[in-house]
């Protein structure tokens, strides 16, 4: 097994990496024009209390990479920030614009939310030809998008979260399931899964409904899901939105006792919002039980950001489109696009988080790498991450990690 190193370590191998790589006189033309690149999440809407964590992942490998001093010839890398909203697909498109023509980034993390994500390649990405590596957009839908091969994400397809969840239900002997979902793409895409898998595996989903976003009131929605019945109801919708008030909604009435909760549910501002009636329900987010995981942890607490759902792939994102530029000495799309396959895939020397500077400096002399990252990245065709999953209970107010898939 290979050693782990201390967040001291890893701190002080960053800053001697800053000092001996100190750009040359040659070199300050290129740190005086500083390479951008835009982060499009939905820092308001129904998941904004999963953002700041996500961003700042990203940030991370910015800065990791800036303090290195190896990135194409010692140019510096600047992060721009912009709303998506997660949900309203004209402000995404609006932002993405913002970012490519007024800030004009060379490439973008994101977007966040399926829709937005898809309303943004459509509109902007697409036609402007700017790469952008999504850390959560997780619809089916995307898969088949036509992206000119400008689309990737690190999170896995929800066709593949709809398999796992359908394997857990049945493995703890649930066998009948109400169903809902947000009224959108992800939300759609998901429970089609869900639904279909399960039912596969002999199950049975009572009911399947969707509701919208930002209401006060779910009171109705929750008395048809109770009427159809149920051992547990899965609740396809977003942490800081409608899924939250049909969980309140159900505990308050008796409806529904216990939820499974699949990855737009699983944040920290639930269990505390939701109190004990939350104990006992469970669910899956992305994630890999990896030594880059590990890592990542350490520098991204020691940097006082708070892990949790989508910072793991939010890093990979930054940290992929970084080192794509350095193996293809541009920061041209066209060019860079041709490369995140081969770094994510290798073959070549494994990277993980806290290693960028070593990818750097392979790359920068020829070499090859393979980038496993914070994640375990592998990527599969057309672009998107394989599938691993971190297993979620809710125990003693608080979202637990038991395993991985």
């Not at 050693?3 to 800053?18: D, Q, R």
């Not at 009948?176 to 039912?199: C, K, P, V």
């Not at 949790?308 to 799309?333: F, H, R, V, W």
């Amino acid at each position: 097994m290979k050693k782990i190193l201390t967040v001291a370590a890893l701190a002080a191998s960053l800053a001697f990496a800053a000092q001996a790589q100190t750009p040359a006189p040659a070199a300050a033309g290129a740190a005086a024009n500083p390479v951008r690149l835009g982060i499009l999440l939905g820092f308001t809407g129904p998941i904004e209390s999963l953002t700041p964590g996500m961003a700042a992942s990203a940030e991370l490998a910015i800065r990791e990479v800036n303090a290195s001093g190896l990135f194409l010839r010692g140019t510096r890398v600047e992060a721009v920030r912009a709303d998506s909203t997660c949900v309203d697909a004209a402000a995404a498109s609006a932002a993405a614009q913002r970012l490519i023509t007024a800030e004009r980034v060379s490439a973008i993390v994101g977007a966040d939310c399926s829709g937005a994500t898809t309303a943004v390649l459509q509109n902007v990405a697409v036609p402007r030809g700017v790469l952008m590596v999504s850390p959560s957009s997780t619809s089916p839908a995307l898969t088949g998008v036509r992206d000119n091969d400008l689309f990737f994400r690190t999170a896995p397809s929800d066709a593949r979260q709809g398999e796992l969840i359908a394997e857990l239900l049945r493995e703890r002997g649930i066998s009948r399931a109400a169903l809902t979902f947000t009224n959108n793409d992800y939300g759609r895409g998901l429970s089609s899964h869900i639904r279909s898998n399960f039912e596969r595996l002999g199950g049975r989903i009572t009911i399947a409904a969707a509701h919208e976003d930002g209401k006060g009131d779910y009171t109705a929605e929750v008395a048809a899901l109770a009427a159809a019945g149920g051992e547990i109801l899965i609740v396809a919708g977003y942490v800081d939105q409608g899924g939250r008030g049909i969980i309140r909604s159900a505990l308050d009435s008796g409806a529904f006792t216990r939820f499974f909760l699949p990855d737009g549910m699983i944040g920290d501002s639930l269990a505390p919002a939701i109190g004990a009636g939350l104990n006992g329900s469970f669910g899956t987010k992305p994630g890999a039980d990896s030594p880059g995981g590990t890592r990542f942890e350490q520098l991204a607490r020691a940097a006082n950001i708070r892990v949790g759902p989508y910072t793991y792939e939010s890093y990979d994102a930054a940290a992929l489109i970084l080192l794509a530029m350095q193996a293809a000495n541009s920061t041209d799309s066209a060019r860079v696009k041709e490369q995140i396959m081969a770094i994510a895939n290798g073959p070549g020397e494994t990277i993980n988080a806290g290693d960028l500077a070593r990818g750097l400096r392979i790359l920068a002399a020829g070499g090859r790498i393979n980038y496993e990252g914070a994640s375990a990245v592998r990527l599969v065709a057309p672009g998107e991450a394989a599938g691993a999953f971190r297993l979620i209970e809710v125990r003693n107010g608080r979202m637990e990690t038991t395993g991985f898939r």
